[in-house]
RNA sequence: GGAGGGAUGGCUGAGUGGUCGAAAGCACUGGUCUUGAAAACCAGCGGUCCGAGAGGGCCCUAGGGUUCGAAUCCCUAUCCCUCCGCCA
């Protein structure tokens, strides 16, 4: 959520900077109700010191024994009218609520203008793309071949998007796992992390994805209320901070975790619906950071450089982009995607987003510090970024290592993972 | 699933329907003392919203209710603890 304060005062300023997003800020709507809740808010405390007042005197006049009867006629209306009050109150701060949580975050001035990811901006690459003097096959004709990526059965089970994996490749995907997490808490310093895989709507709100992002999300039912399946580890972890004040030595905070990711994948019909770039389940090692408000941006640079970090350990070619506005994600700020090479579609495709949230997500979730230069509690800055996604990562292995056999060398990173396996 | 008990500031913890935004302690900040530190002593010290300010509102888990007035009484929900039952 962005600072109302901010968005008061300067709202065409404010609209301005949305625009990169591609977001139309109803400046009019908003003023309009800006200045009817500054009315009623005032209406209403006003009512309410006269309450207070008075009913203050009642206590001492019977304190003092006097009698009481004339005061209490005085005050006979007075609680409906603040009733009526608080209700107009109430239905203004609602529906300003509402405007505002569906407010994106305000991007950096340092983002790429653009419309889509065709005006994302390349920052490096790292890597060659191997020369293969064979036709290189994509994951799924790969997996066909070994008979251990299988999407019929995947189907059978439970319908498109889901797949099934047995044997070494499916222990692969399991070394990989176990590989990222090693890497991140031991050579970059995060504290590993097991949480629930389902959580509860103010988690959801916290972290940005409720309340416009619902139909992306699966809905688990439970009893009166409602949990939902995590879309990624962000949601659980990031909202360890909710409502907290945090001790300046404590940060910065750095989280990871495994979990599986579930998603609806809801406005994504017909995309990506062959072999396992995107599906409803996948598994993640996501980063978290939560730090003062000052290191953010060095944070990200880090974390972009934490998720590099593994592809460099496993050889696989990338690039950085810089995300345009119009392809930011509604609470990021900045968003760096690192997209790895796939020989069998000849192109880069993503495999991490790293983004800082700056305090659009703390302001939601009460994530504070307390500042020691002020001593007051201020909201926190607060990051997260893929470290990898797994199964993008597994079948970026699948199509840089294929032999012209069609058999896959497992990297050198990860044969120990493997009990010592160089190819499947 | 059943029976009880609880939730109060950064933490621990008192609180009789009416000067209670809330005692006390810890922690923290400043000062006195000291070469310096510790100890001791003195003082300060919740959050948030509106307002230029003066000032005012709201917040004692959450949401309702009773009342002129609720941290305090009633209802509901959530979470935690104890016991019984069941269970990977």
Redesign the pocket.
């Known amino acids: 959520m962005l600072d109302?304060?901010l968005v008061?005062s300067n709202p065409e300023e404010v609209a301005a900077l949305l625009l990169k997003k591609g977001y139309q800020f109803p400046v009019a709507q908003f003023t309009e109700l800006e200045s009817q809740r500054?009315e009623m808010?005032?209406a209403?405390?006003?009512l309410?010191?006269e309450?207070?007042?008075?009913?203050?005197s009642?206590?001492?006049a019977?304190?003092a024994g006097e009698d009481i009867q004339p005061l209490?006629a005085e005050?006979a209306d007075?609680?409906s009218q603040l009733d009526a009050a608080k209700a107009r109150l109430n239905d203004v701060t609602a529906a300003l609520d509402d405007l505002l949580s569906g407010v994106p975050n305000i991007p950096d001035s340092s983002v790429p203008e653009g419309a889509d990811e065709n005006d994302n901006v390349e920052l490096r690459r790292w890597g060659t793309p191997a020369e293969f003097d064979f036709t290189p096959l994509d994951h799924v004709a790969l997996g066909e071949k070994s008979g251990e990526l299988d999407f019929e059965t995947a189907a059978k089970l439970t319908g498109s998007r889901f797949s099934v994996l047995t044997g070494k490749l499916a222990r692969m995907h399991r070394a990989l796992i176990q590989f990222m997490l090693n890497t991140q808490t031991e050579e970059h310093g995060y504290t590993e992390t097991y949480v629930p895989y389902m959580v509860n709507e103010d988690s959801l709100r916290g972290t940005g994805q409720l309340p416009k992002f619902g139909e992306d999300l699966f809905k688990v039912p439970f009893?009166?209320?409602q949990y939902y399946l995590i879309p990624t580890a962000e949601v659980p972890v990031t909202n360890f901070v909710r409502d907290e004040?945090i001790d300046p030595e404590r940060l910065p905070l750095k989280f990871t975790a495994h979990t599986p990711c579930f998603r609806s994948e809801a406005g994504a019909s017909g995309k990506d619906t062959r072999g396992m770039i995107r599906q409803h389940q996948f598994e993640k090692v996501e980063m978290v950071q939560v730090v003062e408000p000052s290191r953010s941006w060095e944070a990200l640079e880090e974390m972009t450089g934490h998720a590099e970090a593994i592809l460099q350990k496993l050889n696989l070619p990338y690039r950085v982009v810089a995300l345009c506005g119009g392809d930011l994600g509604f609470s990021a700020a900045k968003t760096h995607d690192i997209e790895v090479w796939l020989p069998g579609q000849n192109t880069y495709r993503e495999i991490s987003s790293v983004s800082n949230m700056t305090d659009f997500q703390a302001r939601r979730l009460l994530a504070?510090w307390r500042n020691p230069e002020t001593?007051?509690?201020e909201l926190v800055h607060t990051l997260n970024g893929s470290g990898l996604a797994v199964g993008r990562t597994l079948l970026a292995i699948m199509e840089n290592y294929q032999t012209a056999e069609g058999r896959i060398r497992v990297p050198e990173a990860l044969i120990p993972y493997m009990g010592g396996v160089t190819e499947l």
């Open positions: 109302a304060k008061r500054r808010q005032m209403t405390e006003n309410q010191n309450r207070n007042t008075r009913s203050k009642i206590g001492k019977k304190a209490l005050v007075l609680g009893g009166e209320r004040i504070r001593g007051k509690p």
